[in-house]
């Protein structure tokens, strides 16, 4: 059997589920793109992206935690966290320490203008949560809402 021998049933299937998906890939485009943004979230006029500022937020969070830590709790590679920490590094948020014991073992730590602009990155999703919830809640009920959590839940369990 030939792959267009079903043709219009694939062509009707299609159509019947690829609205549901078109709307889930326009949320991940724009999504990707509001993560892209650099933002400067202390006024110091330091651009930093979604990915950077919440890997910085980590290590604030847990100093002292490892590449290999990063990695599984962002749910990436190891070098796409390395590539992101030698941002970090560049712009002077973070610096890596060796084990005692084990040189191999590197454990990272924010600098004090890594603290600052973390504590400043708390502040501003505190207030941009707070006003996303707000908005949402004027079209849909808060049980929607958390419904919409519970999928985007899932839907990571499933990648």
Known sequence: MSEYSN????????????????????????????????????????????????ILTIIEDQPGITVSQLAIKWGTTKGAVSQTLKKLEKKELIFRQNENDNAKTIHLYPTEKGDRLSTAHKSYDNADILQTQHELLKSCTLEEVDTFYKVVHEYIKLF
């Open 7 to 54: 043709k219009s049933e694939i062509d009707m299937i299609y159509e019947q589920l690829s609205p549901r998906a078109n709307e889930l890939y326009q949320f991940v485009i724009h999504y990707n793109a509001y993560m892209n943004q650099p933002r400067d979230y202390d006024g110091s006029g330091e651009l930093i992206n979604m990915v950077e500022i919440h």
